[in-house]
Every structure is written in C-alpha cells, then in structure tokens.
C-alpha cells in the first residue's frame, strides 16, 4: 500500500475492516510500533503544531489553534483515503485560498469502506457477524443466488422508488422551506419548473436503468450492511472485536483514548507538567463517517469538541437524536468554554435526487438516496438519512433548548461555489468554506436555513 507519495503518518491512522490498525504495508503492527509510530507521532504532530502556532500569521481569521479530526464515509477504500489525506495537506500549501485548512492541523481516521470487499465479504466471508474461514466459502453460492433472487422478486419495489426519485430529480428547485426570519438570505417562493433536459437523458437510458437498478438494489443493500459493520468495528469495545493477536479494542478507540489524555481540559490541549496551551477540536463525519462520529460523542462525551460537522450524513435522524443531542446537553457555555456547536451540511433537493454519476446508465441520485429507497428498510421517518434536506425539511424539528448549538444548513445549488453533490463535501476547497462559517453567517442556530457560501 505504501508508495512514494505516502502521507506523514502524524495525520492518519489506517483502519482494517474488522477494526484492527494497520501500517501502510497493510499489516498489523506490534503494540511497541502502533504506540510509538503511529498513535505515538499523531501525538507529536500535534505536539509541535500547537507549539508552533502563531495567531499573528491570522490576523482576525484564526486566534486559537485547530485540529481537526476527519472521519470519511462509504466507498473509501484505504488507497484513496491516504489520496483524500495528500489533497488536504497539498491545500493547505495555498494559504490565500484556503485560509482555515490551512491554519488547522488534520488527523484523517481511515476506515476500510471499499465497495469490492464489502461485497466479498457479504458473498464469502462474514456469517453472524464473524469472518468465517469455512462456512463463509462453502455458503457463498447459495448467499449469491439469493441475492439474486431478492433483485427478481423485489424488482417493483425498485422501480417504484426509481420513478418516484425520478420525478423529484426532474424538478427545478423551488423554495419550499419555511424560512426562519434570522436566515441570512430569504428565497422568494418559485413556480416549480420542469428540468427538461434531466428528463430526456434519464427516459434516454431507461431501460438500462430498469435493469440495473433491482442488483443495486440487492446487492448494493448487502454491501452496505457490511460496511455499516466496519464503521461499527472502529470503536468496537473488548470483546466486541474479532479476536487478532494484541489488539482488543478498535482502532480508533485506541486512538482517541490517547487523544483523551491530552484533552483532559476543555479547549486546551496539555503538553505535560503544568503546561497545557488552547486547540480547539472540530469533529467532522462525511457521509457514513457520521455512524464513526456518532459511536465517538457516546463513547468519549467527556471530551469537549468545539464544533460537529455532519457533511451529507448517512447516518439516520433517530441516530443524531440518540448521539449527538445528548452530547450537546452535556457541553453548555460555562465561564471556562463555549458551548459545543452542531453544524449539518446538505445539497439542495433537486441535486441530491437528481445527481448523475457518468456515464448516467443506472439510477440517479446521491448515495443518501440509495440509502433510503432502497438500502434501508424505513419503518419510521426517523430510520431517514439526517443529512438530506427532503428529510429534515418533513421530518425533523430542532428541540426547543439548543438555541445556538444547532445549525442546518442547505446550498440551494444556485451559487457558482454552491456544492451540488454528495462527494462535494469531501473536497479541500469546499470543507474550507465549511469552517469559515460562524454564527456570523447563521444568526441563531434555529430552523431550516438555506444558505450560500460566504462571500469572503
């Protein structure tokens, strides 16, 4: 796995599929190397970085150092998370155009969330939540037949969804929110238009997409079982975890008891002795890296995170409900630290359904989409994914008692800056306007806001 270009390892920890850690060489270390060469240097990096920080370099923008703690979501194979992690540190080498990447120091937690090995370990692998050397291969044909099966006879309820979000894509974006009246921009209500040209190209391919999109469907519900398994396993408790050699806990449970040791105070951030200096910790969950986050504030609510970040979270509105909000309860203003803060991340509607991925031969829509039509089974409104605008719009209230803590925030895909899909968030470019934003641009943290980047 390891190649030239390969990150410092202060900014990683690599993750296996079973919640294990791994070196670059896609082996398991040995207690002595995992503490000392991989939890040992993320410690040190942020060691120097807090040291060296110097707020004069950010005159207005940045007083108080920031790390940053990244949790990717699905589709992420280690490969390309050890990319995402280069892009973000090639970014901050451009200090003007992104002034808050630049300033904050990134740990990238690099959980296995490739689409192949999910799909092979639903077919060969893991049986009642173990990987199972025998029974898994001798069953793997029977479990590939009745996937298959499950995409014949379930191939209505397919379609059914398919037209449904088809219909939903088609549409130009109309304003339908009920603004709150402290927003920072009003959208006039707009006649709701046809998009014809999303409708043309989609009845173009359609029967390629009728045929497609009962395997999605099945297959890709299997898939994403596993790899909900794998974001379950990185903070796996002991016990909990697949038994391999030294290691009785998930990896980035480990991780962060060590992280925890430093932050014993909150917003600061102790070098040792009686030294402690400021940081500031922003938590951020892209995707299905929300279920990380999630798993991380029930865990460690004792450690105190400035800001959360939902970036189009996979994750459902009941699972934010029983995570995230007790943890803001527990982290009011006091005369030591601000409050924590909640911030939700989604495209606009239109984008979200209507997303089109080349070469545009199977469904459209983002993967909050898929997950809900056809991944999750929905008994609730709640089991709806939290970072889609459609659900919050109909689904969701912020409690009464978060005043300040909680912002929604929804792009409405009109600005030239605006991200208009799903992997948009995942971006260098777009994460730093993410972090630019403040109160400032949301006046209260109250109601559903649709918003624009910040000009700045």
């Not at 239109?350 to 039509?373: F, K, M």
Request: with cysteine; proline share 7%; glycine share 8%.
């Amino acid at each position: 796995m390891r190649t030239a270009s390969c990150p410092p390892q202060r900014h990683y920890l690599l993750v296996h599929a079973d919640g294990y850690p791994l070196t670059t060489e896609g082996r398991l270390p040995d207690r002595e190397t995992f503490e000392r060469e991989q939890v040992g240097a993320i410690v040190a990096g942020i060691d120097d970085y807090v040291k060296g920080y110097d707020p004069h370099e950010w005159p207005g923008k940045r007083p108080r150092p920031q790390l940053v703690l990244f949790i990717h979501g699905g589709l992420s194979p280690h490969a390309k998370g050890l990319a995402r992690v280069q892009d973000f540190l090639d970014a901050q080498k451009d200090r003007r155009a992104n002034p808050e990447v630049a300033a904050s120091h990134f740990v990238f937690l690099n959980w296995d969330s490739d689409l192949w090995g999910s799909l092979v370990d639903d077919l060969c692998c893991i049986r009642q939540g173990d990987r199972s050397q025998l029974v898994g291969p001798l069953t793997a044909p029977f479990v590939g037949l009745a996937r298959a099966a499950e995409a014949v006879f379930l191939a209505p309820r397919a379609w059914y969804f398919q037209t449904q979000n088809a219909v939903d894509g088609f549409r130009e974006e109309a304003e339908r929110d009920q603004c709150n009246p402290l927003s920072v921009r009003r959208v006039e209500d707009e006649e709701e238009r046809l998009n014809v040209p999303a409708a043309a190209s989609f009845f173009a391919f359609y029967p390629l997409r009728l045929l497609s999109v009962p395997f999605i469907q099945s297959f890709g519900t299997s898939a994403w079982e596993m790899m909900k398994r794998r974001a379950a396993l990185v903070f796996a408790r002991e016990k909990a975890l697949p038994p391999r050699d030294w290691v009785k806990e998930g990896a980035g449970r480990l991780l962060v008891t060590a992280l925890r040791e430093r932050l014993r105070t909150s917003g600061a951030w102790w070098l040792g002795g009686t030294e402690q200096r400021d940081l500031d910790v922003v938590l951020v969950g892209f995707s299905m890296g929300a279920f990380v986050v999630n798993r991380l504030l029930q865990e460690f609510p004792e450690i105190h995170f400035a800001r959360i970040f939902y970036l189009g979270a996979a994750s459902s509105i009941g699972d934010f409900e029983a995570s995230v909000l007790p943890y803001l309860r527990q982290h009011r203003e006091t005369r030591e630290v601000k409050a924590a803060q909640f911030w939700s991340f989604s495209i606009a509607e239109a984008d979200e359904a209507g997303q089109i991925d080349p070469p545009d031969v199977y469904e459209r829509g983002s993967l909050l989409v898929w997950i809900d039509n056809y991944f999750e089974r929905i008994n609730a409104p709640t089991q709806r994914t939290f970072g889609r605008w459609r659900n919050l719009r109909l689904h969701f209230k912020t409690p009464e008692g978060f005043q300040g803590q909680i912002f929604l925030v929804k792009f409405d895909g009109r600005g030239w800056r605006d991200p208009s899909k799903h992997g948009d968030f995942d971006e260098p470019k777009t994460f730093d306007r993410l972090l630019r934003m403040r109160e400032a641009d949301c006046p209260e943290g109250r109601g559903l806001m649709p918003l624009r980047f910040p000009r700045r």
